[in-house]
């Protein structure tokens, strides 16, 4: 099995690369993701939330949603493990 | 109704959550009627949002109030309105009949089931509901977590054959994580509205290509597409009963939806038709799927286990659907992923009553069963017909729906599979029915409890009569098939 | 393709760490081995995105200078500052890894509660 596991992983190697080569090269400033939408919150999250650290801004407000969901994948981390390791009380 | 009502979708299921572990220290049955009454206000709201849908067009809300391309966005139509009912209806459905089968496989941890049975289905709202790449990623995760814990928590084995799942279902999530990315780069956005626009002018870019094969990899992952789906059969049949009733059917369902999404919403299948041949590559899969998936149905004496592999033969026939790229065809595809749904929840539920009653559930104790538990098999005759696909059920439209579009499409080997495997489903019910209607009850196995004097021993009204409704909408999405596909799904077709 | 190899260097570095993970997710029949490999693959992605953050020699950490006095956004140049969204987004992504490594590491302690053994070979010989 384990050449089947190389071929694979070499496989996946190589579409990753070959995907990158069309991309904007590293460290672009005018690259689309650091111009489409990236300026806007760094623009204007210090007069939309009062913050100046744009992640925390971007973080809590913008994206909140996502933040939602990121302590929901906590929570339900934490039940997961207790519905999987909790053993039966004895007698 | 307030266009603000769509979020309590989400916002119910993940109360009602962090809710249940505290109501249920204090009286642990209560968690079970606080999932029910949570379910339930979902099931109503989804209805009315899928009638406000329906009634006037699309809904989009903004969450915390930042327009879309830089806050996040709930989008509604009427397609994932729809699969909201579903999940929300069958989540319903399998919380009622869960009660019993929880109490006597995991009575001491029945507060933290329901806990992840909620946030499973917050998972699975959230995916539908999000009109975000990214937010679509969190809530998979969601999902996927507790569908591992819900998963590993079962039989013998199961913890083993969650840990393959786990392996494979991060690869899954990697990757569709790894192709959002590179969305990123090339567009700089993260909605879907919005990358669709902005995608036309790169069409020809290596970045889109790669984006595209690793998010429908990692999909395929998810759904348990043919060669992908190895870690499927081992995690549902091992999982407890009442989660292999709610996973089985929904996320697979969810995954396919995703993929839909992304195809004909983020992507546009008519432009990446002319890069390479992604609709005859899509069809080859479902092919290759339903084949496989039968034969190892055929094989298979378990019967969760062959469930399984009918579920993977499944998502061949809506993965092919949706090669086919013909209107007649999408519309089979929807509508089937609407009915498989409901018919293999039903088929699930079936399992685990068997199981519930005779802890066995090997084809051969399938024998005498029409005798000793009539309203089960009823409902599992319903269920079995419409996966072979007979009228009136819900299967046959759809089947009928793929049949046409395949012969518009002139895909002859697609057609030939789906007729096939039919043909082997009624194979394979049948020999189930043979076997109910004209054996003995075998007496080896410790099932005769409070047997009366009719030879009647029913499973509880509790998981007998949510069956019983998944069997009853079985028949009335099939008398009713055209009502979903003239108001529903009409509207998410995207070619003429 | 060395004027590609100066500017995708930095991409292909993370590619090869996360096909380091991905093997190891595949070949290795430790579970724990595996759960190490899912780790470092979820790690390079990380890195992955926020190296895109990137925009060349001035940019800093987009943390608004000189914020609490008037500060209007025509005057702010936005070169200065990095891309902040790719650092969100993997700060969701970070705590998902972990979550991911949690439960995956509960059902490790699972399996060797079961069998005693942490090795798949192992496993496979005492079902």
Redesign the interface.
Known sequence: MKPLYLITTVIVGALLIYGTLDMPRWGDPHSPASTHVSPYYLQHSLVHTATPNVVTAVLADYRGFDTLGETTVIFTAGMACILLLRRRRKG | MPAENAVLIIVIP?IS??LV?LIGRWKRHFSYFCTIGALATVSLISTSTLLKTIKEGNIGYH??G?AP????ELAIDPLNAMMLVLVSVISLLVAVYSYRSVDQELS??MV??Y??YL?QV?GFA?ILITGDL??L???L??AS??G???I??GE??A??A??RY??MG??GA?FY??GV??I???????NMADVHQ?LPALYD???I???L??ILTGLGIKMALFPLHIWLPDAYTKAPSASSALIAPLMTKISLYVMIRVLFYVFDISILENLFPISRMMVWAGFAAICGGAIMAMAQTDFKRMLCYILVAEVGYIVGGLGLANAVAFKGAILHMVNDAMMTAGLFTVAGIIMYKIRHRDLSDFKGLFQTMPLTMCAFVACALSIIGIPPTCGFFSKWYLIQGGILAMQWPFVGALIASSLINVFLFFRIMEMGYSFRPSHKRPMAINTTETGINEAPMSMVIPTLGIAASVILMGLYNQVIVNRIIAFAVPMG | MIASLFHYYNYWMFIGLMMIGFYAMMAKRNLIKKIIGMNIFQSAIILFFISTSVKGKGASVPILRDAHETHEAATLNIMQYTNPLPHVLMLTAIVVMVATLGVALAVAILIHRRYGTLDENEISLRR
């Open positions: 993940l959550a962090f572990p969450m915390g930042w391309p830089f806050g996040i001491d941890r933290y089931f806990t992840l946030l917050t959230g990214f937010n990623y969190v809530f995760e969601i977590l507790s591992y814990a819900l590993a928590v013998n084995g913890p083993l969650c840990f786990i392996i991060t690869i990697s994580l790894l990315g590179y990123y780069m090339v567009t700089g956005s993260l902005l870019s290596k970045v290509a790669a984006a094969a690793f």
